[in-house]
């Protein structure tokens, strides 16, 4: 919840966590019903295991001065969500409902039961798929054009680990295939630009390189062509991929970079400078000799 | 592909050989081939993180704990052989049995936990997550080291992020990709993803078979709702979807399989609060929770004070919360190894001070 602080929600924080958390999903409400059930019908041992337990958990996780509380001793605001697992929604609603079906008598009964229950299941939460279910396109569940991109650079590159600033969904999922491919621009700072979140002044007078590649591939910023050129050479970054439909291809041409080539939705830049750094993985071999306890083990 | 599958039951065989070790002390009446596994899960990472923190703390080749967690796996899988292959022969002769006689139980839970395992496995899903955790793995591979390249950039780290040092869970990961040469992407939104999802079921069917005892089409009935309820409960922060989702983060462990866990051995204790070997369960999941998810430090103790309070009250016995208190050490432990690092009281360098780096 990146969005959502203690600081500025206090009391209300708890609320809010809720409403994030359940989505367009009725489960907590029906969790709750299900512990009213439990209470008033249920038998000794069904109280013990999910009512008692469960009362506990509504009166301290669910209560709003909890996060208030722990977020004086650490930084809770992005993660207090995961404290509402500690309610076994899942296990509840499913044994409850398997209950009911099963005191049924017939099979006709217990067809229409199970098939009303989930339809209000259905009806009541939001289906993992419900914008579309994507067939992964091969075994490492990437997009072709990430495997594409990843060779174009490496049958470019003339060293093994270049350096490479992409388009927001091949940022992020470019490492997870090839890691011999450098990002120039981390996870948070690239969604700090999605948000807009890099002004006219960290363009201008940010020392920052980073800022002003993103604040040209992502924001569209045409800022001074030397600017960015220098960006490039400070960051060490070599290659841009961009969307095929990005308006600052033109503008990346006309600060020198060169199209090295392209797939169905992505062209590959390049750009060449005397000043890149090659990046090389620092060599561990003489602390290696020194270490007394592992070094015996590795002669 | 086809290998990548066939390492699920793999993964299943492997921790019920480790689980063996602790539940094959028991008599043949109590050993459970399905808690068995459960045990040997957390078990494996139990172990896995005491060679993986010293290499890894020694600043050793991701090569080194692969060669040496191969070795191991071999002799603790030979060990529980010759300790245990009596009481598998005997279970295996038992359950085998059982089957046959509840062929219709048997299919239904197959097929409701393939046809998910399925849909799940072929799917494509784009998180944000994953560019950190899977990364990590792939980097940790491509470098042959272990956490000391930002797995976001893949540049050089001066010192090891604390929030996932002591959780090696993907360095596991990297160990088995290092091990058979499967690549990340597959072992892990693959083959751990169909794993833990496997598990997790595993431990609904415990829960439903405490609950409904031996009533076995209520037991399919609870499995199945339960899968409906985890693909229609979806937010970006749900338990269910992150277990149907992203199984390469150690805290979906920590909400599909280990909260459950505490759940069912609360059950166990619930008719029994006095039996050693409940409470040892319990130190052993929290301990394990430990090794897959910093998430663990402070949702795990939280779970056990959730379960443990009622407990106590209802059985008029101090000695639950001695015990529960007991059981979450290592999560304290580490939660307050955690606060001290934040604090800057100390850091553990990816090179060592005397060498300059940093």
Same mark, same amino acid.
């Given at each position: 919840m990146q969005t959502l602080t203690v600081a500025e929600s206090g009391f209300l924080y708890i609320f809010k966590c809720i409403g994030y958390y359940s989505g367009g999903c009725l489960y907590l409400l029906f969790y709750v019903a299900a512990l009213l059930f439990i209470l008033l019908k249920g038998s000794e041992k069904e109280k013990a295991v999910f009512f008692w337990p469960g009362i506990v958990t509504l009166l301290t996780v669910f209560n709003p001065v909890t996060p208030v509380v722990i977020n004086t001793l650490f930084d809770i605001n992005k993660e207090y969500y995961r404290f509402l697992w500690i309610a076994p929604v899942t296990l509840v609603l499913s044994y409850l409902a398997a209950k009911f079906v099963i005191q049924k008598e017939t099979i006709g009964e217990k067809i229409v039961l199970t098939a009303a229950f989930c339809m209000i299941l259905a009806g009541s939460g939001v289906y993992l798929y419900s914008s579309g279910y994507t067939k992964a396109a091969n075994i490492y569940k990437m997009p072709e054009e990430v495997l594409q991109v990843a060779n174009i650079i490496h049958n470019d590159s003339d060293h093994e680990y270049p350096r490479a600033v992409c388009d927001y969904n091949m940022n992020m999922e470019l490492r997870q295939y090839d890691a011999s491919i450098m990002l120039t621009v981390d996870r948070e700072a690239y969604i700090n630009a999605v948000a807009g979140k890099i002004t006219d002044d960290m363009l201008a007078y940010d020392e920052n390189p980073v800022n002003r590649i993103l604040g040209v591939i992502v924001m569209g910023r045409q800022i001074p062509k030397s600017d960015f050129i220098k960006a490039m050479d400070d960051s060490n970054t070599e290659y841009i991929v961009l969307d095929h439909y990005s308006s600052m291809q033109y503008y990346l041409e006309k600060a020198g970079l060169k199209k090295i080539g392209e797939t169905g939705t992505r062209v590959v830049y390049k750009y060449t400078s005397n000043n890149t750094e090659v990046f090389t993985l620092p060599d561990y071999s003489e602390v290696w000799k020194q270490q007394k306890f592992l070094s015996l083990w590795q002669n | 592909m086809l290998m990548g599958i066939m390492m699920i039951p793999v993964n299943l065989i492997l921790y019920f050989i480790f689980g063996s070790l602790i539940t094959?002390?028991?008599s043949n009446k109590d050993f459970s081939i399905s808690t068995t596994v459960l045990s040997g899960f957390f078990v494996y990472y139990c172990l896995f993180d005491i060679p993986c923190l010293v290499i890894m703390l020694n600043w050793r080749p991701l090569s080194w704990l692969g060669n040496l967690w191969g070795v191991m796996i071999g002799i603790i899988c030979i060990i529980s052989c010759i300790l245990n292959h009596k009481i598998w022969k005997d279970k295996f002769s038992e359950v085998s049995a059982v089957l046959c006689r509840h062929k219709a139980f048997a299919i239904s839970v197959a097929a409701i936990v393939l046809v998910q395992l399925v849909i799940i496995l072929n799917a494509y899903q784009f998180t944000l997550d994953a560019a950190y955790y899977v990364a990590n793995v792939t980097t940790s591979l491509q470098t042959n080291t272990m956490n000391i390249y930002d797995p976001y950039t893949g540049d050089w780290l001066n010192h090891f992020e604390m929030r996932y040092l002591f959780s090696t869970y993907p360095m596991n990961d990297a160990v088995w990709c290092y091990l058979t040469g499967i690549h990340p992407l597959l072992w892990t939104k693959t083959i751990m993803a169909g794993t833990a999802f496997v598990i997790s079921n595993i431990i609904y069917y415990r829960i439903a078979l405490e609950l409904f005892g031996k009533k076995t089409s209520a037991i399919s009935l609870m499995l199945f709702f339960a899968g409906v309820v985890n693909f229609f409960? %979806?937010? %970006?922060?749900?338990s269910s979807n992150f277990m149907l989702t992203r199984t390469y983060e150690g805290k979906s462990l920590i909400g599909n399989i280990v909260i459950p866990m505490v759940i069912y051995i609360f059950i166990k204790l619930n008719d029994d609060h006095r039996k050693g070997r409940n409470w040892r369960f319990l130190f052993l999941v929290c301990l394990g929770s430990t090794i897959l998810s910093n998430?663990?430090?402070?949702l795990v103790p939280a779970t056990v004070a959730v379960l443990g309070l009622p407990l106590a009250v209802r059985k008029k016995s101090v000695k639950v919360i001695i015990n529960c208190a007991l059981c979450v050490i290592p999560c304290i432990i580490l939660l307050l190894a955690y606060v001290g690092y934040v604090k800057g009281l100390f850091v553990f360098y990816t090179y060592p001070p005397l060498f300059g780096k940093h």
């Open positions: - | 094959g002390r028991q409960y %979806i937010s %970006i922060f749900t998430s663990a430090n402070m």
